[in-house]
């Protein structure tokens, strides 16, 4: 009998890569559990152990699922509701609602804050009790900060409502006579105070900022002021100091999602005036790995905002998958398409308007292929790949051309492995012509018997 899918004999062994058949599931077979779990919350909450007995066994679940979190799908609109019933209800006292919201963190972190935010009811009934239960929380309260990262996420869906803020201001005067702050403020100055902080509430002031700052009403009377802040506060920050780096990560965390999520037209007025900020801030001898990747990742954003939103006509194209497609294609057919090819890049290339600043982005990429960490480089490499799908193909091959360099053998290892990561990344766009590849195999395979080379000489 065949042992492949034989479990291993207590003390034997398992082959390296190999999976074991109780470590792949087919459902969320909890989910009963899961719901009685949420519903015991108001029993349990009261006492420390039972508490922590809850929360333990939640977590113990969730892990299960890391590896195969679209399992929960299904699930997450009921857990959602449940847990948001208990926040929302008057009633309920704060540690209850505070375990509800850890609840509710437990299980993004399992599916991933993406797919779950647009699960969360955005209705005009919910701003003002958002916004209410934000003001009350501590910014500084260790114990609380999974309650601050889900009420600004909530907060950010919510703000995606079609209606002009000003609208839900109403009398600004209170009944004790007392000016109110507007809804818009008070949105924007939520977002402020919870990008300096040093908890995961930053992450998601961030994503707020995205959804917030790029409103039409938001857009035109706050956007300006709100970018002089960031680049006030990325100006007088140093990322030397535990507080600076702090604040930094939070201003480029907010520009990163800000020139992500925003139109090119209402960003690209201020593309270069960040640019230059950036520049002098000089992240790339930072010590800091996450303040170096936000720093690509805010590079390559500006880029994109650079150039026109277009795919390169010029792009290798595969053509069919079946052979026997292609070996029925009529040769006056190809011919034909190679004339459509050129004559649209032709017109590809006449309609493009590259700014200087591009240079300034790709050699910022370029520098970030080197770096000391896989995690700078891979995103400095996805950074490379998207730009020069919007370039014209003479730009584009100047491009691959400074990549070439970095398979120098005056370059370390990193720059060797950065710029086959940006090689890999150019041809699955399909952007690595067939005049380049014969180019950039001959370096990899120099590089290849070079390091086998080594490894013999240390056996």
């Not at 609602?97 to 972190?109: C, G, N, S």
């Not at 601050?148 to 009944?175: E, H, K, Q, T, V």
């Not at 924007?188 to 002031?205: G, H, P, T």
């Not at 370390?412 to 090689?423: F, K, P, Q, R």
Request: hydrophobic letters at 40%; proline letters at 4%.
């Amino acid at each position: 009998m065949d042992g492949a899918g034989r479990e291993p004999e207590e003390g034997e062994e398992r082959e390296p890569g190999t999976i074991s058949d109780r470590n792949i599931l087919d459902s969320f077979s909890e989910s009963r559990e899961v719901a009685e779990l949420i519903g015991n919350l108001r029993e349990v909450f009261g006492e420390l152990v039972t508490r922590e007995m809850a929360v333990e066994r939640f977590v113990g679940i969730m892990d299960k699922y890391q590896e195969q979190p679209h399992l929960l799908d299904h699930h997450l609109e009921g857990m959602m509701n449940s847990l948001l019933e208990i926040v929302r209800d008057s009633g309920s006292p704060p540690p209850l609602v505070h375990l509800a919201f850890k609840f509710l963190y437990i299980i993004t972190k399992v599916r991933g804050y993406k797919r779950f935010l647009p699960r969360f009811p955005h209705e005009v009934r919910d701003l003002q009790p958002v916004l209410d239960m934000l003001a009350k929380q501590n910014p500084r309260d260790p114990e609380t900060w999974e309650t601050r990262y889900m009420l600004l996420l909530w907060l950010s869906m919510i703000c995606l409502i079609p209606f002009d803020l000003a609208r839900f201001d109403g009398n600004l005067i209170s009944l004790e006579g007392q000016a109110r702050q507007p809804t818009m403020d008070r949105i924007l100055e939520i977002a402020k105070c919870y990008l300096v902080v040093s908890d995961k509430a930053r992450d998601a002031a961030a994503v707020l900022v995205s959804k917030f700052i790029v409103r039409p009403d938001v857009r035109q009377s706050r956007m300006a002021d709100f970018l002089d802040w960031v680049l006030s506060m990325l100006s007088k920050s140093s990322s030397q100091t535990m507080e600076g780096t702090v604040i930094v990560n939070g201003m480029l965390q907010a520009l990163a999602q800000l020139f992500k999520h925003g139109k090119r037209e209402d960003c690209l007025p201020y593309a270069a005036t960040v640019l230059e900020c950036l520049d002098n801030c000089k992240l790339s001898e930072s010590n800091q790995m996450v303040l170096r990747k936000l720093g690509m990742k805010l590079v390559q954003r500006l880029g994109l905002t650079f150039v026109k939103p277009k795919v390169a006509k010029w792009r290798y194209q595969r053509g069919c998958r079946s052979l026997a497609a292609n070996l029925q294609a009529q040769g006056a057919a190809v011919q034909n398409q190679k004339r459509e090819v050129a004559a649209a890049e032709a017109d590809d290339d006449e309609e493009y308007d590259i700014p200087g600043e591009i240079e300034n982005v790709v050699e910022q990429l370029l520098v970030g292929l080197k770096d000391k960490d896989t995690i700078v480089r891979w995103s400095a490499a996805k950074g490379i790949g998207r730009i020069t799908g919007r370039l014209p193909k003479e730009l584009a091959d100047d491009v691959i051309g400074s990549l070439l360099d970095c398979f120098s053998f005056q370059e370390t290892d990193n720059a060797w492995h950065g710029g086959c990561l940006a090689l890999a990344e150019l041809g699955r766009r399909g952007l690595l012509l067939p005049s380049r590849i014969s180019d950039g195999i001959s370096l990899i395979l120099v590089e290849l018997l070079e390091q086998f080379g080594q490894a013999g000489q240390q056996l």
